[in-house]
């Protein structure tokens, strides 16, 4: 059920690699008493299960500490993500801003179950319809 629940939730779901990182400049919020410095990874896109994504890429924003929630990403390691939107504008390309944090499910894409990929495919299946299905297989 844990993961029907972060399948609904989230806005992107899909594994990919990471391709770069890039540090952003602190911001403040409200919910900070201090600025949260932010890093930003590019994922290239392994397989989609939910979202509209239509370029081969993801570019996900997380805080750069675990003790603001945030999740660091090895270049090169694969994943799988459950994002959401992220509240910050959309990239300069109009392609929306994604965010991972450790209340989000992820993990090393080696450590995935082949149970709860299937799980993700049937998901997917569902929610597209069998005419799109196709559209989430995006390649190896």
């Known amino acids: 059920h ?15 690699r ?13 919910a900070a008493v201090m600025p949260v410095e ?3 990874y590019t994922f ?12 081969s ?19 090169g ?13 959309p990239e300069p390309k109009g392609q929306p801003r994604y965010t991972v944090s450790l209340c989000d499910r992820h ?3 080696r450590e995935v179950k082949s149970s709860e990929l299937r799980q993700l ?3 997917a299946y569902k929610a597209s319809g069998e005419h799109r299905f196709t559209w989430f297989e995006l390649g190896d």
């Open 57 to 75: 890429t993801v570019v996900l924003e997380t805080p750069a500490q675990s003790a603001a929630c945030g999740v660091s990403f090895e270049v």
């Open 2 to 16: 844990k993961i029907t629940k972060s399948f609904q939730q989230a806005t992107l779901v899909f594994s990919g």
């Open 38 to 40: 932010r890093v930003r």
């Open 107 to 109: 993990q090393t894409l």
């Open 18 to 30: 990471v391709l770069k990182t890039e540090n952003l400049p602190a911001v403040q919020n409200a």
């Open 121 to 123: 495919r049937q998901m």
């Open 77 to 89: 390691s694969e994943h799988l993500l459950y994002a959401r939107t992220a509240s910050s504008a």
């Open 44 to 55: 290239a896109v392994k397989r989609l299960y939910k979202g509209e994504q239509v370029d």
